[in-house]
């Protein structure tokens, strides 16, 4: 059985990507024989489908339990409450907004499942409450806000992570391990891409029909975009529409270019080139259905070293799917296929017309669950 202090230790460091961590909350939490009161700050279908079930999965061993929901619509709170109280048996209480959940001071931590441009700033708001954090990727759509969130984790005692699927895969951290021990040698390039083939991907027609403005909370729906009129598309459909999330970067590349940055340390790329637009869905989205980015990373010191990274991905044609693939000189390493191969790399022939000598991967494969794609 995993002990509460594994379970603490283990997700902060390593599962689902620990964004901030303070040694005073972390013995705070290990110190703890009480239970822990967790609220959910939006009922979501990816907090009902994928967040709940990893809860429950350690919830009575660690003496955990969610006892509150929050959500500006009055359809979620009342599924919300249902559903919750059916899969965990418990009473759970529903708030109209966050200033009224936490106002009832019955939190120790929050679920943040909300909009992609509400995560900072529904983040900011527990930790002010006092409560720990797991907020979904992305951490923030606009740099001032995640600044503005950056700030204040840094000067509190919380435990914040962020919802980093590969993070939580062993065939990442393995992959990890391998990049960073030397053995793969320098990063060459990398190529990323996630492709689909799903008209109704981030639609919701019914229920932007059902919505009416009476449903919501509109104005707190905003927060600190610019005020417009009541849309049900963009509340519901909000992953179609800036500034309320990026699409493409903010769902899916996000979590694929994390690699890139826990693999080599390096905070960000030298530069970026992008180019995208909607080619095929012509419903009236904002957000590109088709994205090509092309990035240098390197020390910023010493331009003459580095690699590039390739990402796309389309909406309108599955071909390729989901791939994430670095190059040395000596091969690749595929974490579609869970290989490290001699794939590519330099062969004898070739090597001595030069006067080198052969460099070639081992061929094995990366231990390890994979992440959710």
């Given at each position: 059985m995993?002990?509460r ?69 009055n ?12 899969e ?40 002010q ?13 606009t ?41 793969f ?6 190529e ?28 707190r ?59 095929v ?10 994205l ?8 910023p010191?010493?331009p ?37 191969s ?10 001595k ?7 070639l ?13």
């Amino acid at each position: 059985m995993m002990k509460r202090r594994d379970f603490v230790k283990n997700t902060a460091t390593a599962a689902l990507g620990a964004l901030a961590f303070s040694p005073k909350s972390y013995a705070r939490i290990l110190g703890a024989n009480d239970r822990v009161r967790v609220g959910v700050v939006g009922f979501s279908d990816r907090f009902k489908n994928s967040l709940l079930p990893a809860f429950k999965n350690h919830a009575r061993e660690l003496n955990f339990e969610i006892v509150a929901l929050s959500d500006i619509w009055n359809r979620r709170r009342d599924e919300g409450k249902a559903f919750l109280e059916k899969e965990t048996g418990a009473s759970v209480a529903i708030y109209p907004n966050n200033d009224a959940l936490y106002s009832a001071k019955g939190t120790d931590a929050v679920f943040v499942s909300t909009a992609d441009f509400q995560h900072a700033l529904h983040l900011i708001e527990g930790i002010q409450a006092g409560c720990d954090v797991y907020a979904e990727k992305p951490f923030a759509e606009t740099m001032a806000d995640a600044r503005a969130a950056l700030k204040t984790v840094r000067a509190s005692d919380r435990i914040v992570q962020i919802g980093s699927q590969r993070r939580s895969a062993g065939n990442y951290h393995e992959a990890a391990r391998f990049i960073q021990s030397g053995g793969f040698g320098p990063i060459t390039m990398v190529e990323m891409s996630w492709n689909i083939n799903q008209p109704g991907r981030w639609r919701r027609p019914q229920l932007v029909k059902d919505l009416r403005e009476s449903d919501v909370d509109w104005k707190r729906f905003l927060m600190n975009r610019p005020f417009e009129t009541f849309d049900p598309r963009k509340y519901v459909e909000y992953r179609l529409f800036w500034p309320y999330s990026s699409g493409i970067p903010g769902q899916w590349m996000c979590h694929q270019i994390d690699t890139v940055h826990w693999f080599t340390n390096l905070p960000h790329p030298r530069s970026v080139v992008a180019n995208g637009g909607i080619y095929v869905w012509k419903d009236g989205r904002k957000n590109p259905d088709t994205l090509t980015v092309v990035m240098d990373y390197g020390p910023p010191d010493d331009p003459g070293t580095g690699f590039q990274v390739v990402y796309s991905s389309r909406f309108h044609n599955s071909a390729g799917g989901v791939k994430e693939i670095y190059y040395s000189n000596g091969g690749e390493l595929n974490l579609d296929k869970n290989m490290i191969s001699p794939h590519g790399g330099l062969r004898l022939a070739e090597a001595k017309e030069m006067g080198m000598t052969e460099n070639l991967l081992p061929e094995k494969s990366i231990e390890g669950q994979k992440a959710e794609s």
